[in-house]
């Protein structure tokens, strides 16, 4: 079992750069791949970015490529997600989720949640 916490929200301008943080118990961090996702009022949680166990491989949503950066810290049980050129779009509340083993890019294949963050990003 493994218990998500998510930090680092807030209100930025368009443009901006925020780093949003997740924060993992449990001693089989590493046993599991680890996603980003976000859900804006009225809209389907939505795949951002994932990361592999080793953190050797990366995927992330086009509509965040080039921008959003997700990496993690084995040895601290933290994931994150590195977001610059922030648009007024990029506004929704972000979760952090846990997948053993593998990485998806489906919200329904993780069982594991933090509570998420809210991201604000003003024009």
């Known amino acids: 079992q493994v218990q998500l916490v998510n930090s680092g929200g807030g209100l930025v301008q368009a443009g901006g750069s925020l780093r949003l943080s997740c924060a993992a118990s449990?001693?089989?961090?590493?046993?599991?791949?680890m996603g980003w996702f976000r859900q804006a009022p009225g809209k389907e949680r939505e795949f951002v970015a994932a990361?592999?166990?080793?953190?050797?491989?990366?995927y992330t949503a086009d509509s965040v490529k080039g921008r959003f950066t997700i990496s993690r810290d084995n040895a601290k049980n933290s994931v994150y997600l590195q977001m610059t050129s922030l648009k007024p779009e990029d506004t929704a509340v972000y979760y952090c989720a846990a997948r053993y083993y593998t990485y998806s890019y489906a919200v329904k294949e993780y069982g594991h949640w933090g509570q998420g963050t809210q991201v604000t990003v003003s024009s």
């Open positions: 449990g001693r089989t961090f590493s046993s599991y791949a």
């Open positions: 990361i592999s166990r080793s953190g050797g491989s990366t």
